[in-house]
């Protein structure tokens, strides 16, 4: 295992020498953010932020995201060019030794929710999600910080008039068609892409969303066999699926989890939440469990800390902050170092 940071560039506010001082941290998942999505990044750019990584003595060998263009999720026949960009971008990272990609294949927007600032009794605050409050927003006007994409009304408008009519299938499709379009290029560089699954795992104002549980993983797999076709194991986003045993999901999706996000939510109705640090002994997923799952099925893969809480005074990026990623980081560093030398005396 390898413990992992998120961190968005030069402009986020947490500097590359914090994270190093983040025991146990091995390094940086990151992305170039500034060239429109679907363009190639060019390679001195990528160049520049393994150096500025190393530099601090941290690995940059995860990338997280490379965006999709909306054309190949749409099926466009703009799509194939965009297809040859990504892969384009896939040997230039491998060129800087990069090991994984992670993207999602989500229609228009990323995640989801409808409060980045729930206060909790302790005074912190975090991410939350009230779908009757989702349910009554305009699809039309919203924007939030840390996605890797933002469009202006207009654009949003024809957008989601695109995909009126697009159903589960197709889009499925559409991903398979792209997947196997980049596989040689992860053939030739040895990278493994990992799919993020939807957060929330469920449809939205009408948009197909299909990597949400095991059955959606099957599927995939058996689409596109190619051992580079991965996915991350995204505990909050996959754990608010009502339906989903993240214990379970993880032991039996370990060998193809090639990036795993921990993060702890509190589940309350049919499908509400609140992000609730890392402890398993803090919200309603078991986090132990979820991480002996993946030791004893041998993940050797790498994890980062989701989403953290605003505490001690920050007011962080949302999700996104030092202190209670830190504070998560060194807890699932000790989850897995108990376990694995518990394994490795049996
Ligand atoms: C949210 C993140 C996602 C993730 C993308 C991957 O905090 O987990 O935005 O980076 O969906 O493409």
Not at 22 to 42: H, K, L
Not at 65 to 70: A, G
Not at 172 to 180: A, G, I, P, T
Not at 227 to 256: F, P, Q
């Amino acid at each position: 295992m390898k413990m992992t940071f998120r961190w968005y560039g030069e402009g986020d506010s947490i500097p590359l020498s914090y994270i190093r001082q983040i025991p146990g941290m091995s390094g940086v998942v990151t992305a170039v953010y500034d060239i429109p999505v679907g363009e190639v990044w060019p390679l001195e750019r990528i160049m520049k932020l393994k150096e500025l990584c190393e530099a601090e003595g941290l690995q940059m060998e995860v990338i997280e995201s490379v965006p999709v263009h909306e054309d190949i999720k749409l099926g466009r026949p703009t799509r194939d060019r965009y297809i040859e960009n990504y892969a384009q971008n896939i040997r230039n990272l491998g060129k800087a030794g990069v090991r994984c990609i992670c993207y999602n294949f989500m229609p228009v927007f990323d995640w989801l929710r409808t409060n980045l600032k729930t206060l909790a009794p302790d005074g912190s605050n975090s991410l939350s999600y009230d779908h009757s409050q989702l349910t009554a927003m305009d699809p039309h006007d919203l924007h939030l910080p840390g996605w890797d994409e933002s469009y202006t009304p207009a654009e949003l408008g024809s957008l989601l008039d695109s995909y009126s009519g697009m159903t589960h299938d197709q889009l499925f499709d559409n991903l398979v068609y792209f997947l196997k379009g980049i596989m040689p290029a992860c053939d030739e560089t040895g990278i493994n892409m990992a799919i993020h699954p939807d957060d929330p795992p469920w449809d939205m104002f009408g948009l197909p969303r299909i990597i949400t549980g095991m059955d959606s993983y099957r599927k995939l797999f058996s689409a596109v066999p190619n051992k580079h076709n991965g996915i991350t194991l995204c505990t909050g986003s996959l754990g608010a699926g009502r339906n989903n045993d993240m214990v379970k999901m993880a032991s039996e999706l370990a060998d193809r989890s090639y990036f795993v996000h921990l993060r702890q939510i509190t589940l309350s109705g049919s499908h509400d939440f609140c992000e609730s640090g890392h402890l398993t002994s803090t919200g309603s997923l078991d986090m132990y469990g979820i991480v002996r799952a993946l030791v004893e099925a041998g993940f050797d893969g790498y994890v980062r800390p989701d989403h953290g809480r605003n505490i001690w005074g920050e007011d962080g990026k949302p999700g996104y902050g030092l202190y209670d990623r830190a504070l998560g980081a060194t807890y699932l560093y000790g989850l897995f170092e108990a376990i694995e030398k518990e394994m490795a005396r049996k």
